[in-house]
């Protein structure tokens, strides 16, 4: 997701602020030389060798390769006043338990994702100003540039790639390399095929309602050794579980949950099913920019389904809808009576349907429902 990337423009600041490169320290820690170090100890060494005088920067690429990492982050801190230590990580356990409790008060967290599609759009020089008409003006390329986005995802270095072929193989090797090395090989994985059944299964149904019991039956593996499998699959970003909305908690883990991934890129690279799950793609990466924003989402299935239910704080600020088109009626009547449903439910005045490529609004029952395509709504581009 462009987490060393970041570390080397913070370190080229640095320099350029005139700091000097001996007060510079950048490990990467997936290195086997590092396997079994102490983080305080190479520090101690790193000392010896450069002594540098005046304030020191840390950078730790992919720490918790490191065994008791938070400990010597702590010890360094607590011993030492000039000193800035910037870590990453690719498990989102980092932020949790005794990791969180150990550095409480002495960090502050960033979250990195792939590319936006905003992001993506400024990098491509397709569109640098978003302001409705602009976008309209552009509409031919922006929605080509879309297209790409939705089927390879925003994997800076796959971004990159003009080749179709070399961003694919690309993102099966991240695939493949998350699977192996950040799970597999850190959980001691030992059933390995199974392990990798349930995340191809994920994969392939992402979007999907799934209940972890008949799940377990399908894939025959023990229905705990499956949520761990799940678990490991969220502590590395690759898969996110949204829970059905409930007030109750009881009944929020009673019902099925959805399945989403942190790229679309990877849902092509493993299911080869594009052509055929343009929907789906749509809802997951509507899904990843709620995510992005830091919102807490739920989906809500009353006598109807809604995608997405978006909670801020205590109450319920938004529902969304996502579908490729509303052309066919009775997909219209699905969707739109499914969000209705959850805005009367919610108390909310208006909703969201999210398209590929289509615009209107629907006045019915008190509600004004607003018809918008993905991409301008990745764009933050409204009237």
């Known amino acids: 997701s462009g987490k060393t990337t970041l570390l080397y423009l913070l370190i080229e600041l640095l320099l350029k602020e005139k700091v000097q490169a001996p007060n510079i320290l950048h490990l990467n820690l997936e290195d086997p030389a590092f396997k079994d170090a102490s983080i305080y100890n190479l520090y101690e060494k790193y000392l010896e060798f450069m002594n540098p005088s005046g304030k020191v920067y840390i950078f730790l690429d992919e720490v918790q390769e490191i065994e008791g990492w938070q400990k010597d982050i702590r010890k360094l801190y607590d011993g030492l006043k000039n000193l800035k230590i910037v870590i990453t990580g690719s498990n989102s356990s980092l932020l949790k338990g005794e990791y969180a409790t150990l550095l409480s008060g002495r960090t502050i967290l960033q979250e990195v994702y792939p590319f936006s599609f905003k992001e993506m759009g400024k990098l491509k020089g397709v569109v640098t100003d978003f302001e409705l008409p602009v976008i309209i003006r552009k ?9 790409e986005y939705l089927e390879y995802g925003g994997f800076p270095e796959v971004v990159d790639k003009g080749n179709k072929k070399l961003k694919t193989l690309l993102l099966k090797e991240y695939y493949n390399g998350i699977l192996t090395r950040d799970v597999i090989r850190r959980h001691s994985i030992r059933q390995t095929g199974k392990y990798e059944k349930a995340a191809h299964y994920l994969m392939s149904n992402m979007t999907s309602l799934f209940s972890v019991k008949n799940l377990s039956g399908l894939l025959s593996i023990n229905i705990h050794t499956l949520e761990d499998y799940i678990s490991f699959l969220e502590d590395v970003y690759l898969v996110f579980c949204v829970n059905h909305f409930s007030y109750s908690l009881k009944k929020q883990i009673t019902y099925p949950r959805k399945a989403y ?10 299911s080869f099913k594009f052509s055929e799950d343009i929907g789906r793609l749509l809802e997951n990466k509507v899904f990843t920019e709620i995510k992005r924003k830091g919102m807490e989402c739920y989906y809500w299935k009353g006598k109807r389904e809604c995608d997405f239910i978006i909670k801020d704080e205590r109450t319920v600020s938004e529902a969304i809808q996502v579908t490729y ?20 439910e919610f108390n909310l005045k208006k909703g969201t349907i999210l398209t590929y490529d289509e615009s209107d609004f629907i006045q019915a029952e008190g509600k004004k429902i607003d018809i918008i395509p993905v991409w301008q709504w990745l764009l933050k581009a409204t009237d």
């Open 139 to 147: 509409k031919t390329q922006i929605k080509h540039l879309f297209r």
């Open 261 to 270: 991934c942190i790229d679309n890129g990877f849902i092509n690279a493993v």
């Open 325 to 344: 088109s509303l052309k066919d009626n009775s997909t219209r009547k699905r969707e739109s009576e499914g969000l209705l449903e959850a805005l009367k």
